[in-house]
């Protein structure tokens, strides 16, 4: 990093808001990454609700539309390469084994988002009384039956 102190804001604070964008670069260059537009956090945990969903539609597409299947492959991995080069241009450190998405806290946030419908009922429940327990449950239970009864007529993940 810089061994420029030149006031309070890029001594003390400097380390608590991060690096400056001269140190990103000089680190960059040291590691050999290319510069690339960090995915803002609402951009991360976008990522992390389409990492749930992708593999349905690529199971749908292997499926029903073999051929939209394999160009439906490509462009999920070109975007996880591009969305991967804006993580480690924006957090450059060396390469090894670990990918920078392990880290990404918002993706895994996008992540646990999309269960977030199924756990409201749940939640609501538990200040209300046994009758209203039962219905949400009851509800609940309907909810996960009917997907259930989707996925086998689809033949999804088969017993």
Do not use: C
């Amino acid at each position: 990093m810089s061994d420029n102190n030149d006031g309070f804001a890029s001594g003390l604070l400097g380390g608590l808001l991060g690096p400056s964008d001269e140190d990103l670069d000089a680190l960059r260059k040291k590691y050999g990454i290319p510069a690339a537009e960090a995915p803002p956090t609402m951009a991360r945990i976008g990522r992390g609700m389409v990492d749930v969903w992708e593999p349905f539609k690529q199971m749908y597409l292997n499926a029903y539309h073999p051929a939209l299947a394999d160009a439906y492959r490509v462009q999920r991995r070109e975007d996880e390469q591009l969305y991967q080069r804006g993580l480690l241009s924006g957090n450059p450190q060396p390469m090894t084994s670990a990918a920078p998405a392990d880290d990404d806290t918002w993706r895994m946030v996008g992540r646990g988002a999309v269960a977030a419908p199924f756990l409201i009922p749940g939640v609501m429940s538990l200040p209300a009384t046994a009758p209203e327990i039962a219905m949400s449950a009851a509800l609940t239970g309907g909810v996960y039956t009917s997907l259930d009864d989707i996925r086998r007529r689809l033949g999804i993940l088969t017993d």
